[in-house]
């Protein structure tokens, strides 16, 4: 799992270079509702947000190289997924809609 973290570290950390890409922008929205939508979101938008950034964050990660078994195996514990829209948020800034 170590090595696995650490693999998606660096997969965040490159993305400070690939903002004006409309996928990093989803990407970095995706993020923000679901850190907005965690923490004072109904149960529908806090489940609605997960599904849907799991779904992008799944995708993103087989399409950098990232086995999909392995992606959906992060991305489907919450503290990873928490985590990670965490660090995406933070690398990649605020979204515009």
Do not use: K
Not at 82 to 92: D, G, H, N, V, Y
Request: glycine share 4%.
């Amino acid at each position: 799992m170590a090595n696995l973290r650490s693999e998606v570290a660096m997969i965040v950390s490159s993305l400070q270079y690939l903002t004006s890409d409309a996928t990093y922008q989803d990407l970095a929205l995706r993020c923000q509702e679901y850190l907005h939508y965690q923490q004072r979101g109904w149960a529908d938008q806090q489940e609605l947000a997960e599904d849907m950034l799991f779904n992008l964050l799944v995708e993103y990660l087989v399409g950098v190289g990232m086995p999909r078994a392995a992606a959906e195996q992060f991305c489907t514990n919450s503290d990873n997924l928490t985590e990670l829209a965490m660090r995406i948020s933070s690398t990649l800034g605020p979204a515009i809609a």
